[in-house]
């Protein structure tokens, strides 16, 4: 399969990365062959192998409802680029109303 | 909106869990402290950390779709909801998509009487985000200068309700709803308070033409926090579109806001599609596998349902359907448990509780499910009115004494001098000397003139200053008069 120049785009705003046209031109070609290289594991599995999402048999794992410690403030914001009252300060949030 | 059109709804519910500690770590979920205080590695997404589910938030979500005749997945995955806001840190919220962990249910809400099935799609765990606060400006996220995050919030596990688009009008969605937080409630699983946000309602409205197959452009309304509040948006929103629609006009897919103090809803953004969150499977989940074992121990544990204790209610209790609805809803069916245990007759009790305990509950701005009455001791307060030593009238102030906590009903009237008169001596006084004291009304009464009697009583009912027992007091006249 191969990803077009607008298919790369679409997903370049859904990742909020701008390219120049020559990036996207590169990148349609480079990922094109990512897949490609995926779409191999199509080939080698049978009908009956269902999609796995992980990859050790390991299923059904919990945790008791028992409280572990927590960070402190200061801990928690101490690599924050801004801080304002105790809580992180980020920038005008924009492309959303609320 | 002419009646040519018809309303389809779905609604989408989020029940923040009462789990001790969040969906993916031991950070506490508590509410209130200082902000960014109960947060970890995990919560925060710090690279290399491991999110684990909490065993307790599992359960609740099994027993929720139990309670709503869902299937239990046996198999069901975390999925990553990929999306760009500062309310999660990890810039992700763990969710689940394709097998939720349970799907395929109902739930019967009736409206004025009739009774209609709602499909739910499905039940699904996810985790909360954090709170944001934005600076200067109305508070609102356009205009403001900058935002503050607090992530004490981020993870703490959450429901979502999917219901189909069974719903067709206001009061059934507020129907719906309520329903829903009487189960959840009962279940003990959250304390599911609209006003405070631990249960939340999204509706998906659309309206169609009487009669087509085909649903209308759908609109998501955000921003109801309560029943009264749901149903209103709903119907603005119905509407709205029928409006638009006799004009000639479409409707816009979009989400909406509910303005509860402008009853109106406006544009918050055009929806992004589904694709766009980038869903896929988290690969530091592994799936949950729900013991076939488990399952039926939690089945067999479902406590009574609202439907449930209103089918008792009304069936062995003899109550009416309003006054079930009434006391299921306010939570209040416990203790009407309690006080039919304690010997109270059932109409009476429930009576006591759907008018004065609840309204006194609404004045002191308490909780009618945390109402501090005993049972027994609303048992007791029944059966002083029932031997008469109380009257209605007073057995209300009682009532209020036991309320704040100054005693059990009989200690009360007793501390407040609200005992009626009994004592048959000292009432025989008082009617001899109203009698004395009104002779031309004894004379009419002795010559048959009943009503004059009217007079007497209330002579015997002042000088008792209101605690004698009228109708005691009218035999007593009578005895005297007639004989």
């Known amino acids: 399969m191969s990803l077009s120049d607008e298919q790369v785009r679409h997903v370049a705003r859904l990742a909020r990365i701008a390219l120049t046209d020559e990036e996207v031109a590169g990148l349609a070609s480079q990922l094109s062959d990512i897949l490609a290289y995926a779409e191999q594991v199509g080939e080698v599995a049978a009908g009956d192998v269902v999609p796995t999402s992980h990859p050790y048999p390991l299923a059904g794992v919990a945790r008791a409802d028992a409280p572990g410690p927590s960070l402190g403030q200061d801990e928690a914001l101490a690599n924050a680029p801004a801080v304002e009252d105790g809580r992180f300060r980020v920038p005008r949030i924009v492309g959303e109303e609320a | 909106m002419s009646s040519a059109y018809e309303a389809v709804i779905g609604l989408e519910v989020h029940v923040e869990l009462g789990t001790r500690t969040k969906m993916f770590c031991g950070c506490p979920t508590d509410f209130g402290g200082e902000p960014n205080t109960k947060t970890c590695a995990v919560c925060t997404g710090q690279p290399g950390s491991l999110p684990v589910p909490n065993a307790a938030a599992i359960e609740a979500a099994i027993s929720l779709g139990l309670a709503l005749a869902c299937e239990v997945a046996p198999r069901s995955q975390f999925h990553r909801k990929n999306y760009f806001y500062p309310d999660m840190p990890k810039n992700y919220q763990i969710s689940q998509y394709d097998v939720p962990i349970c799907a395929d249910g109902h739930l019967d809400v009736a409206v004025d009487g009739t009774s209609r099935r709602i499909g739910i799609t499905r039940v699904h765990m996810e985790e909360d985000?954090?709170?944001s606060l934005h600076v200067g400006g109305t508070g609102r996220i356009a205009g403001a200068d900058h935002s503050l995050i607090d992530y004490n919030r981020a993870g703490i596990p959450l429901l979502e309700i999917?219901?189909?688009?069974?719903?067709?009008?206001?009061?059934?969605?507020?129907a719906y709803l309520a329903e829903l937080r009487g189960i959840v409630r009962a279940l003990g699983i959250s304390d599911a308070k609209l006003e405070e946000g631990s249960m939340r309602c999204d509706a998906n409205v659309s309206v169609r033409r009487r009669g087509d197959e085909a649903f209308g452009t759908r609109?998501?309304?955000?921003?109801?926090n309560?029943?009264?509040?749901?149903?209103?948006?709903?119907?603005?929103?119905?509407?709205?579109?029928g409006a638009l629609l006799d004009a000639g006009e479409a409707v816009t897919q979009e989400t909406r806001h509910w303005d509860e103090d402008a009853g109106r809803t406006s544009t918050l953004r055009a929806k992004e599609e589904v694709f766009d969150y980038r869903y896929f499977p988290d690969p530091d989940l592994v799936p949950v596998t729900?013991?076939?074992?488990?399952?039926?121990?939690?089945?067999?544990?479902?406590?009574?349902?609202?439907?449930?204790?209103?089918a008792r209610l009304t069936g062995g209790l003899g109550l009416s359907d309003e006054a079930a609805v009434t006391l299921v809803d306010a939570g209040l069916v416990v203790v009407l448990d309690e006080a039919v245990a304690a010997g109270a007759e059932p109409a009476a009790a429930a009576k006591w509780l759907a008018n004065e305990v609840l309204s006194w509950c609404r004045e002191a701005d308490v909780d009618p499910a945390g109402v501090p009455l005993a049972g027994d001791a609303l048992a007791e307060l029944v059966d002083l009115v029932a031997r008469g030593t109380l009257s209605t009238k007073l057995a209300r102030e009682v009532l209020v004494g036991v309320l704040e906590g100054e005693g059990r009903p009989g200690e009360?009237?007793?501390?407040?001098?609200?005992?009626?008169v009994s004592d048959e001596g000292e009432l025989v006084t008082l009617v001899d000397e109203a009698i004395a004291a009104d002779p031309a009304a004894a004379e009419k009464v002795r010559g048959g003139n009943d009503k004059a009697i009217g007079a007497l009583v209330g002579a015997v009912m002042k000088a008792s200053r209101g605690q004698a027992n009228p109708q005691r007091v009218n035999e007593l006249l009578r005895e005297r008069l007639t004989s």
């Open chain 2, 129 to 131: 985000t954090g709170k």
């Open chain 2, 290 to 310: 729900p013991e076939r074992a488990d399952v039926e121990r939690l089945a067999a544990a479902l406590p009574e349902l609202p439907a449930q204790m209103r």
């Open chain 2, 162 to 174: 999917v219901s189909e688009p069974d719903v067709r009008g206001p009061e059934e969605a507020r």
């Open chain 2, 226 to 241: 309560s029943l009264r509040s749901l149903q209103r948006a709903v119907a603005h929103e119905i509407e709205r579109q």
């Open chain 2, 219 to 224: 609109v998501e309304v955000k921003n109801m």
């Open chain 2, 412 to 420: 009360v009237a007793k501390a407040r001098g609200l005992e009626q």
